[in-house]
């Protein structure tokens, strides 16, 4: 394996494998209880975490319940519902989906257990609008909030008080029955409160938070707000929460793979946030300065404040901006990709980048400034054959970022 692509590749199936829950969740499962086990769950992961759930709960125990993923993101199951829904801007299929999993949960007695299934995308995916607001403007505040270049934990702040289920609504909606939170996280810190904007955990953020965000990005009030169950909440104080998966597993295995494979790794963790073109910068600038045979390996979630008119996401953004800081320096080559699959709305991965991806543009007619400055990352790699496009993979554990340095 000695081209920088196969070498990449390598290290992208390792992270992607280990990103995979199936083979993780069984071991955080609870006993059966004496009465139901109802299973509940929304995000990108649903669909694959209760396949796996189906797998290792015994055959004679009741199983019954209802998850939702996003469109493309299902598989068939034998004993829970798997419902379809948008992201990352709810639709109505979101918000029929979010009734019945409220519905589910309620009646329930102390001899039932629900088992809630959580991972990334099931802010989007839970999408039933708080008492007196409508989908139409839930879903203006969503884009508007998507565009603006917010982070995550400000966008999932203003989502729990929008919502009549998130924010630790839907825990509390199935007291006094047990509940027990399967979690894949895809946000820097783990924090439980923002992973899927935390529906079984209470909800430390207020109402008057989100308003200041709203706020400071320049985007109009909602017609009403909801406020959150607190962590003083009886009806949360019991909620069992288990991480089962979280992005700092994926990057250990990628380092592990790369160490395998003869090369030094230096490790900028799991919480790399910011500017997608900002943080390419500055890690253009340590490629420059790191020694041969290393691999620059980071996680985290990168933002795009969208000004210009083209398409992409956070990763393509990212690599876009990294070839145009290197400016062709030889034996630099990059990858970056969304662990779920798609990177901002288009149907890639990622992309890649390496010391001829400049001159290659431009033997194309593909002006790299230009497109960097009108958001076109999906339009300048889709022109030079370099996205990449893994699938769905039924997971999401953020963006997975590899510049190798020979």
């Not at 607190?230 to 104080?237: E, F, H, S």
């Not at 400055?373 to 970022?401: C, K, M, Q, V």
């Amino acid at each position: 394996m000695t081209s920088p692509g196969a070498l990449l590749s390598a290290l992208m199936d390792a992270g992607l494998k280990a990103a995979d829950p199936q083979t993780r969740l069984p071991s955080f499962l609870p006993k059966p209880p004496k009465g139901r086990a109802v299973v509940v769950g929304a995000g990108k992961a649903a669909a694959s975490m209760a396949a796996a759930l189906e797998g290792a709960w015994p055959k004679d125990a009741p199983l019954s319940g209802l998850v939702v993923t996003r469109y493309g993101y299902g598989l068939p199951l034998a004993r829970i519902e798997c419902a379809l829904a948008a992201h990352p801007v709810p639709d109505q299929a979101g918000e029929i989906a979010a009734k019945r999993i409220l519905a589910a949960v309620q009646g329930l007695s102390q001899e039932d257990l629900v088992l809630a299934l959580m991972s990334g995308g099931g802010s989007a995916l839970l999408a039933l609008p708080a008492s007196g607001l409508s989908m139409d403007e839930k879903q203006r505040v969503t884009k508007a909030l998507l565009a603006s270049g917010a982070a995550i934990t400000e966008i999932n702040c203003v989502r729990k008080h929008l919502s009549a289920i998130k924010g630790g609504r839907l825990g509390a909606a199935a007291w006094p029955a047990p509940i027990v939170t399967l979690a894949v996280s895809d946000v820097a810190g783990d924090d439980p409160a923002i992973i899927a904007s935390g529906p079984t955990v209470a909800d430390p953020s207020t109402v008057e938070e989100a308003c200041r965000i709203l706020d400071r990005y320049a985007i109009a009030q909602p017609t009403c707000w909801s406020e959150s169950p607190k962590p003083d909440d009886p009806k949360l104080a019991g909620a069992d929460y288990r991480l089962i998966l979280k992005p700092s597993d994926m990057l250990a295995a990628v380092k592990a793979k790369a160490q395998a494979l003869g090369l030094s790794v230096l490790d900028l963790g799991d919480q790399v946030t910011g500017e997608a073109r900002q943080i390419a910068k500055a890690h253009a600038g340590l490629a420059l300065a790191t020694k041969p045979g290393t691999l620059i390996l980071s996680g985290g979630e990168l933002t795009v404040s969208l000004k210009g008119q083209g398409q992409g996401g956070p990763n393509g953004e990212y690599l876009l901006g990294l070839a145009l800081a290197l400016q062709g320096a030889a034996s630099i080559h990059a990858l970056a990709i969304d662990t779920d699959g798609i990177d901002g709305s288009q149907g890639n991965a990622g992309a890649r980048i390496g010391p001829e991806t400049l001159q290659k543009a431009k033997a194309r007619g593909l002006d790299a400034a230009h497109c960097l400055a009108d958001n076109d990352s999906y339009g300048f790699f889709a022109g030079l054959g370099d996205l990449i496009e893994t699938g769905p993979t039924r997971t999401n554990l953020n963006d997975l970022r590899l510049v190798l340095v020979l």
